[in-house]
């Protein structure tokens, strides 16, 4: 009798506690993506125009209630931060006040001109933090989570160094792992049909290093900075390069 009763309760209070989430959606993400990349790419004094689409969520058929939608880019000087769960400080890049976003379904945002080149400094990371803010019912707000922010890693590039990728046919690799990430010294590869050849080329399509692969790749000799570890000419995973240790 017990197991029945709890059995009761317990969809009783599915029935009562029926919970729709909301969605989200950068719109036109996909024009600021270069060459199939995952991350999104600004140049120095780009003005960015950025859709927000969403729908709100409910509980027990009550709408939630929208508070705003945010939009801003972050910069962090801390190598290889998570551009999703890493501590990043309460501010966006491109306006003199250090809280400064724009709080819009659709509006514009403008890079400073004076922006650092990812390419230029391996320990600096940007990511776009965009999110809906609302409140369900009888409760309190909430800021983004699941469903409902987009935080896409951000590459802020010179117009040659988008132009290089832009015309380069990459097919993005993804049998073998290169590690670590950011590296140092020695570049280590696994997983199977291991290549036999190997480029290192800069943000430019330069190539600053090759040789055949014979186990591990020695990047000791690399300045800081963005690369491409390209496989027999037609794969490739892009790294960081951090200062020798």
């Keep these: 009798m017990k197991k029945i009763t709890l059995l009761l309760l317990f969809m009783s209070s599915l029935a009562f506690s029926q919970r729709v989430e909301p969605t989200f959606s950068w719109a036109n993400k996909a024009d600021y993506q270069v060459n199939g990349e995952e991350a999104v790419t600004f140049s120095p004094g780009q003005e960015i125009n950025f859709s927000i689409t969403h729908t709100l969520g409910a509980t027990n058929g009550v709408d939630d209630t929208q508070s705003f939608v945010l939009f801003?880019?972050?910069d962090e000087a801390v190598a290889n931060l998570d551009h999703i769960d890493g501590v990043w400080a309460n501010k966006s890049i491109g306006d003199s006040d250090p809280s400064y976003f724009v709080y819009a379904m659709?509006?514009?945002y403008t890079i400073p001109a004076d922006a650092t080149l990812s390419s230029a400094n391996a320990d600096l990371t940007y990511r776009v933090l965009s999110y809906l803010a609302y409140t369900p019912d009888g409760g309190t707000v909430i800021y983004g989570g699941d469903g409902a922010s987009d935080t896409?890693?951000?590459y802020i590039r010179s117009a040659a160094e988008i132009t290089a990728l832009s015309t380069t046919d990459f097919t993005k690799e993804t049998a073998l792992i290169m590690y670590p990430n950011p590296v140092k010294n020695t570049i280590f590869l696994k997983g199977q049909n291991l290549p036999e050849t190997y480029k290192i080329t800069n943000t430019l399509g330069k190539i600053v290093k090759q040789g055949n692969f014979e186990g591990s790749i020695d990047a000791s000799a690399l300045s800081?900075?963005?690369?491409?570890?390209?496989?027999?000419?037609?794969?490739?995973?892009?790294?960081?390069?951090?200062?020798?240790?």
């Design 72 to 74: 801003g880019v972050q």
């Design 106 to 108: 659709t509006g514009t």
């Design 152 to 154: 896409p890693l951000v």
């Design 224 to 245: 800081t900075g963005m690369y491409f570890l390209v496989y027999d000419n037609k794969t490739y995973t892009k790294f960081l390069k951090n200062k020798s240790s």
